[in-house]
């Protein structure tokens, strides 16, 4: 009996069985980062997963990010732990990434900083428009009905790119209007010179 007991702690304490969706994602970050073996950070994974298959959206996020092969220019990173050398023992997981950003694409109660990113991976391809269900454009027109500089700036350097320049024109000056956007001033500089 009191073995058994002692048993069932160490497995708790090793495996987080016990632990909630938050406690498992800490734990599963954090043996994933701190990895020196596969084996710890197929522990550190399997927690992390248990946490997003259960819903938890902290740990769909950290697993989606986790999942990508690399982090692209100007992704906003939600968790900075998710960087090259927590990837170094993870199992290939791409298809998994595809499903964890079409769950979080799907939602209506996103963080802006999700949005925006769903929109840069998508504008560098490493994810797949019709895995996700939409654009780079439609996820950063979402951001820019909500006045958020990131989603205007964006849209900007579309219809610059698509010689719309005079529409450009106003989404970098609305951009840098909303503020926390100065590349916004440097190319509405470009124009106005």
């Given at each position: 009996?009191?073995?058994?007991?002692?048993?069932?702690?160490?497995?708790?304490?090793?495996?987080?069985?016990?632990c909630t969706d938050s406690q498992k994602l800490d734990r599963g970050l954090e043996l994933v980062v701190a990895a020196e073996s596969e084996n710890e950070a197929r522990?550190?994974?399997?927690?992390?997963?248990?946490?997003?298959d259960n819903g938890h959206m902290p740990a769909v996020i950290a697993r989606a990010e986790l999942s990508l092969p690399h982090l692209p220019d100007r992704y906003l990173k939600i968790y900075p732990e998710a960087g090259k050398n927590a990837r170094r023992y993870l199992?290939?997981?791409?298809?998994?990434?595809?499903?964890d950003w079409r769950l979080l694409a799907q939602r209506n109660d996103l963080d802006e900083n999700i949005l925006y990113n769903l929109g840069v991976l998508?504008?560098?391809?490493?994810?797949?428009e019709e895995d996700i269900g939409g654009t780079a454009e439609?996820?950063?027109q979402r951001l820019a009905e909500n006045n958020n500089p990131f989603g205007l700036f964006a849209l900007?350097?579309?219809?610059?790119l698509g010689g719309d320049y005079r529409k450009a024109a106003?989404?970098?000056?609305?951009?840098?209007?909303?503020?926390?956007?100065?590349?916004a001033a440097i190319f509405m500089g470009d124009y106005h010179l």
């Open positions: 009996m009191i073995l058994t007991a002692i048993l069932g702690l160490w497995l708790n304490a090793r495996y987080c069985l016990l522990r550190g994974w399997g927690m992390l997963s248990r946490a997003a199992p290939d997981a791409q298809k998994q990434s595809a499903i998508l504008r560098q391809e490493l994810l797949q439609d996820f950063f900007g350097q579309q219809l610059h106003n989404r970098f000056t609305a951009a840098f209007a909303a503020g926390r956007h100065p590349e």
